[in-house]
């Protein structure tokens, strides 16, 4: 029987110290030529322009930012799953920006990725102990036997029933896909795992079981932890800092908490705003961005947020603001964040639970918890697979 | 059996015991379920994938292939007429009339071939007597009431010329072009970013405060159902496991499919530790457990639970929950577990 370990240990993780950086970007730009009109010149997407990042070893570092702001670009460029246009990547002090692809195939074993639709990103030809098999045989990692029992535990280890070895991807529903997705990720025994929106195709119940499951692995295997993601609750949740992108460029930088509790960029203060709190006593949601995300083919001069920006002033318009430090190991691109950062203090607060709904909420983990350690009943989703039906 | 009659007294659409399977499936998708809605008011049905939501709507709509579709029990009063027996005809003189539906990709549900102008204004026209320049000026009209910027120039634009955002609030003008007296949205904003999805729900918000349209939103998202819901149904397999008011459901939660929801959602104020999540998967048409649908995941479940369905029974006024450990602080046994 697989048993999925619920560790305790992860609950109320303390800020890891300032760990040394394991994967750097310096100045990192990656262009992708648009077709432009029949005789004009080649257009051209600016989805990462100019992006400096630093990913501490063992934190969780999540990059948030609407459609078309560049985080899946990034995360593709920090495993070199792309190559950047210009700029650098350091894994370990070492530049991979222009390693060849014979070169970076070792360093897979390192970097690995999760992907964001788990219907599309498995083979459905292969069965899924191949799936899970295939790193550690182009790594040459054990014997074929050895890899064999590897796979059976990595499937115990996210939860899956060790037989499943023997099935084929479309047997099984969103979240048993996600889980064999990370198992392959960690066939390798990579060091840094890239989540691309690991958990934002399923639903709620089944998120929170991935969420619980990525944290658990991470404190196993002792892994960095790079989350590109639009859910601001579910960042909350895992990340220890947080990376705001707006139209392929970093606007702020900061420590979780810090990020929540008081944004200073105009941007990441509208991204709060419009989310809807899950409490009808909760402050309103308000749209306070009009309009779309401007084209990344013509971004907008000087401040690139400038023309759907509340604050924005002429010096917006014209100039560009760097990324600068504004304390408390925060970093943010505004020229007005001084006198913005104010206004939106306590934007992402909800209200406490009412009386009954927490007591009944503290007896349904009480008795959640209580059942999770009989081991009589079944752990999440040690059943049989089934094809799974879609709405 | 629980009845909406008296929170309700003149409901616009009023569905009872809704009862339907496909042919390929042992199970019925849709198990019973009884709501109503009245005028200007907002109805949330929320559930995850697979609990029978999105196919409730379709079969309200008349948009169900029939077969594999099967509707094997209930009615659904609309004016005085149910929507469920309803020659295809008649159901089609309604649909983008009286009653109007909304869908998550408006990509896939606009027509990539016209322009959206001419797209508006053949509803009007299929449904009003009117000139082709009147229905043109119509689609002008409500492409401005849905907030579409220089919505002139707009009018003559293909679909693919929009932005998600922009495609989204087209076609919240085309389903309101004839003044429904129903609005369904399928999870409207779901496919949208975060700031849109503020813009579109403010705007379905503000649109149904100046018609008086009622609203059934269909949604995976207790944020959305916060802002939006006057009332809400939880669904689970099939089946409506709590409904009352928007406040006395997160108030006071009854159902331990509505607390298992509420706690798998992390907290955007702080980090509350490690996830509380419902175990196992939502099973599938094929394998629905007897008696209580929820049962076998719920911590809460004994051999009565699995015995018998629950019926959907009023703890307070409107306010009707189907578990029959409910409430549970009243069972001492299961109280006792929390310190």
Redesign the interface.
């Known amino acids: 029987m697989s048993a999925v370990t619920t560790s305790e240990k992860t609950v109320d993780r303390p800020l890891p110290p300032r760990a040394p950086y394991i994967l750097e970007t310096r100045d990192l730009v990656r262009h992708f030529a648009a077709d432009g009109s029949l005789f004009g010149d080649k257009a051209v997407v600016r989805a990462v322009d100019g992006v400096t990042l630093g990913v501490r070893r063992g934190e969780t570092l999540s990059i948030v930012g609407e459609s078309g702001c560049g985080k899946s670009t990034l995360a593709r460029l920090l495993v070199r799953l792309i190559k950047p246009t210009s700029g650098g990547i350091l894994y370990q002090g070492r530049d991979i920006s222009a390693l060849s692809e014979r070169e970076m195939r070792a360093l897979r074993r390192d970097l690995q990725f999760v992907f964001q639709d788990p219907f599309s990103s498995l083979n459905p030809r292969m069965t899924v102990g191949a799936i899970i098999e295939e790193p550690m045989r182009v790594h040459r990692i054990g014997t074929r036997a050895e890899r064999r029992r590897r796979v059976r535990e990595l499937l115990a280890r996210v939860g899956l029933r060790p037989e499943f070895a023997d099935r084929y991807p479309h047997e099984f529903s969103g979240g048993q896909r996600q889980r064999i997705g990370i198992a392959r990720a960690l066939a390798s025994g990579p060091t840094v795992l890239i989540g691309d929106e690991p958990v934002s195709a399923l639903d709620v119940s089944i998120q929170a079981q991935v969420i619980n499951l990525l944290e658990d692995l991470k404190e196993e295997f002792d892994l960095t932890l790079i989350l590109i993601a639009h859910d601001l609750a579910v960042i909350r949740h895992m990340s220890d800092r947080v990376a705001v992108m707006y139209l392929g460029e970093i606007v702020e930088l900061a420590d979780t908490d810090a990020l929540y509790d008081r944004p200073h960029h105009p941007y990441t203060q509208a991204l709060m705003r419009a989310i809807p709190v899950p409490s009808p006593h909760a402050r309103d949601m308000v749209a306070e961005l009009t309009g779309d995300v401007p084209s990344p083919l013509a971004p907008p001069s000087g401040c690139r947020f400038h023309t759907r920006c509340p604050h924005a002033t002429e010096l917006c318009a014209q100039k560009k603001p760097h990324l600068e430090a504004s304390g408390d190991n925060r970093f943010v691109a505004c020229h007005h964040w001084r006198s913005v950062a104010d206004s939106a203090a306590g934007l992402s607060e909800e209200p406490a639970r009412p009386a009954n709904a927490a007591h009944r909420l503290a007896l349904y983990r009480a008795w959640t918890k209580k059942q999770g350690q009989n081991p009589a009943t079944q752990s999440p989703t040690d059943q049989a697979p089934t094809v799974p039906s879609e709405e | 059996m629980h009845s909406d009659a008296d929170s309700n007294p003149s409901p616009l659409l009023a569905v009872d015991n809704l009862t339907l399977r496909f042919s390929s499936a042992s199970g019925n998708v849709v198990d019973g379920v009884s709501f109503s809605v009245s005028p200007g008011e907002t109805l949330c049905i929320v559930g ?4 029978g ?3 409730t709507a379709l079969s309200l709509m008349g948009l169900l292939p029939m077969p594999p579709a099967q509707i094997t029990a209930g009615s659904a009063m609309f004016d005085g007429k149910d929507l469920l027996r309803m020659p295809r005809r008649e159901m089609a003189a309604i649909r983008g009339n009286r009653m109007a539906m909304i869908f998550q990709e408006p990509m896939t549900s606009l027509n990539p071939a016209y322009r959206i102008g001419d797209q508006i204004a053949e509803v009007v026209l299929r449904h009003r007597p009117v000139t082709r320049k009147q229905a043109r000026a119509r689609a002008l009209e409500m492409l401005d009431r849905v907030k579409i ?1 220089a919505a002139v120039k707009r009018l003559d634009d293909y679909p693919h010329q929009l ?4 495609r989204q609030r087209v076609m919240i003008a085309m389903a309101l072009a004839n003044d429904p007296a129903l609005l369904i949205a399928d999870e409207p904003t779901t496919a949208l ?7 579109i ?2 705007l379905i918000r503000t649109l149904q405060e100046e018609t008086g349209t009622a609203l059934i939103m269909i949604t ?8 939006v819901g006057d009332r809400v149904a939880v669904m689970y397999a099939g089946r409506i496991v709590e409904q009352g008011s ?2 006395d459901v ?5 159902h ?1 499919y509505t ?13 509350e ?10 099973p ?2 094929d ?1 629905m457990p007897p008696g209580c649908r929820f049962a076998p995941r719920c ?2 479940a004994g051999a009565e639970c699995k015995a018998a369905v629950p019926p959907l029974t009023d703890l307070s006024p409107g306010h009707a929950a189907a578990c029959i450990r409910a ?3 009243a069972e001492a046994h ?2 006792g ?2 310190a």
């Open positions: 995850e994938s697979g609990c939501k999105s196919v910027p932005s998600g955002g922009m970013d975060v700031t849109i999805q503020a813009q729900l403010q995976h998202d207790l944020g959305v159902v916060a802002e928007v406040d997160f108030i006071d939660p009854q331990p607390l298992g929801l509420m706690s798998s959602i992390p907290s955007l104020s702080k980090r530790g490690r996830l509380t999540t419902i175990p196992g998967m939502v599938t048409v394998t911590p809460f409430p549970l602080e299961f109280d577990a929390v």
